[in-house]
Nanobody, 130 residues
Framework: QLQLVESGGGLVQAGDSLRLSCAAS????????MGWFRQAPGKDREFVGS????????HYADSVKGRFTISRDNAENTVSLQLKSLNPEDTAVYYC???????????????????????WGKGTLVTVSS
């Protein structure tokens, strides 16, 4: 089992930046593509971004492209999400996610669908005030 624990959420003002972290334990994340999703009150969980296991491929939702950056450190078993230029529409619980890469060593697999997630964290709340 892979356990994921998010941290770094909080209350910020519009225009501020924030860095979320995801600490993994139980297994190495080096075999997993990693990603972030978010869920705003009353809305479905939505994709934010994902990164391949060797960090050679990333994909972002259009709503965060150019503002959010995902990174990972396989040696430290951590994943980060840098959030910039935050606006109230970014208010949500942010979830770290892992999806097993079943490809070969050259695979640059990333995922967008929550149905492809094998492990979820419990989330960290980001609140952006106007």
């Amino acid at each position: 089992q892979l356990q994921l624990v998010e941290s770094g959420g909080g209350l910020v003002q519009a225009g501020d930046s924030l860095r979320l972290s995801c600490a993994a334990s139980g297994r190495t994340i080096s075999r997993y593509a990693m990603g972030w999703f978010r869920q705003a009150p009353g809305k479905d969980r939505e994709f934010v971004g994902s990164i391949s296991r060797r960090s050679d491929n990333t994909h972002y939702a259009d709503s965060v492209k150019g503002r959010f950056t995902i990174s990972r450190d396989n040696a430290e078993n951590t994943v980060s999400l840098q959030l910039k230029s935050l606006n109230p529409e970014d208010t949500a619980v942010y979830y770290c996610a892992a999806s097993l890469d079943r490809g070969d060593d050259a695979s640059d697999y990333v995922f967008l669908s929550p149905r492809l997630v094998d492990y979820w964290g419990k989330g960290t709340l980001v609140t952006v005030s106007s």
